[in-house]
């Protein structure tokens, strides 16, 4: 008949016990960080270029952000749309076109078929996504103007309403430099464009449908002339000039597509992109944007893919 264990032995074992499971759940959460969160490839943008806030984030959230910002813009949309929208997909998903949510919940915004957002397949296209959101928020009155929770709130009826307003100031970041307004402030890196060929059709695809046909001049001969003709990757996309002698918005434009081609850039294979005096590359993207006069007569911004 084994001996019975005394109190204070029961005791020591279950503080052993539950000090063991806090170790392996220690243990697991460094694991996870490292291998999600702590190693290349990584986005990050920055308030400016000295040491001010900044937010790191993987390519995929960077690429969904992108197009959520582009999205509305092109329907002429202010900052404060793409901020408020950007935050609720990060509450919403953490800015992943995920299949799964609260019941039939799908997407960045976790939209509900059975809600008449859409079908499934509709819902999980994240220019499709963002529309209705921005459709949604415009008939929201004096949105602009309200606190951002409560602008997110009126749109999506979350069962945490206050949830939304942790991520306004990443949003805000985002929204900078994604609408333009911030230049030279996003940057990923650990993606070598040069590693797989990209596909300039797709490219051209991409920026159409995010930002609407008339983002690319129509060519003749078809849209990709230029690109197939003698092994040519370069896509040259204009920036209207500014009305009145304002070079404000041409280069706030600029800049919203050359950040959204550097959020892209993995996903489409763009090794190098080029506007004004300001280079970003693929291989050299440790680098962050670098100072190199290599503008083109039109002032617009160039992408190359990678060969």
Known sequence: MSEPVSPVRRSRLTRFTAAFVVLLALIGYVVVQHVSDGSPP???VRAGSGGGPR?????EMAANAATISAVGTTRGLPERAVTIALATALQESALRNIEHGDRDSLGLF?????????TPK?????????GKFYEHLVQVPGYSRL???VA???VQRSGFPQAYAKHEPDAALLAAALTGRAGATLNCTGSDGAAEAGDPARVRSEL???FGPEVLPAVSGGPDRTAAASGVREISVPVPAAGGGDDGAAARRGWELAHW????SGGLRIEEIVHGNRVWSAARADEGWRTEDRSGPDGGVRLRVAR
Do not use: F, H, M, N
């Not at 976790?110 to 859409?118: A, D, F, M, T």
């Open 42 to 44: 990584g986005c990050v």
């Open 55 to 59: 937010y790191e984030l993987q390519p």
């Open 110 to 118: 976790q939209q509900r078929p059975s809600k008449g957002w859409g």
């Open 122 to 130: 509709q819902i999980l296209d994240p220019v499709y996504s963002a």
């Open 147 to 149: 606190p951002l929770t």
């Open 152 to 154: 997110a709130q009126r």
């Open 208 to 210: 159409v449908r995010a």
């Open 261 to 264: 081609a550097v959020a892209r």
